[in-house]
């Protein structure tokens, strides 16, 4: 089983940047499609980001085209989330997410990711 760390987290000004990594301990995540998915207070987890397993193919979510993105490093066993022009509205607990799979899906949901993170908390002020 894939183990998966999230860091980089933090309170952060809007219109601020925070880079989020996430650290995978077993060398076969580089293998899988990986994914960053958020939750805030009373809703339910939603997706985020998405990369194939090379890291030559990604998907955001509508809110987050054109701020935010995915990448990874393979040969540190890593993936990262660099979120720019942050809004008060991306405040929430971010959890990364491996996928059995060397593809992601057109419409990604958290059931379709098989191991995932422990969270880190993203807050946004004014």
């Known amino acids: 089983q894939v183990q998966l760390v999230e860091s980089g987290g933090g309170l952060v000004q809007a219109g601020g940047s925070l880079r989020l990594s996430c650290a995978a301990s077993?060398?076969?995540?580089?293998?899988?499609?990986m994914g960053w998915f958020r939750q805030a207070p009373g809703k339910e987890r939603k997706f985020v980001a998405a990369?194939?397993?090379?890291?030559?193919?990604?998907d955001y979510e509508d809110s987050v085209k054109g701020r935010f993105t995915i990448s990874r490093d393979n040969a540190k066993n890593t993936v990262y989330l660099q979120m720019n022009s942050l809004k008060l509205g991306d405040t929430a607990v971010y959890y990364c997410?491996?996928?059995?799979?060397?593809?992601?899906?057109?419409?990604?949901?958290?059931?379709?990711?098989?191991?995932w993170g422990q969270g880190t908390q993203v807050t946004v002020s004014s």
């Open positions: 990369i194939n397993w090379s890291g030559g193919s990604t």
């Open positions: 077993r060398r076969t995540s580089s293998s899988h499609a």
């Open positions: 997410a491996g996928r059995y799979s060397g593809s992601y899906s057109q419409a990604p949901s958290r059931y379709e990711y098989d191991y």
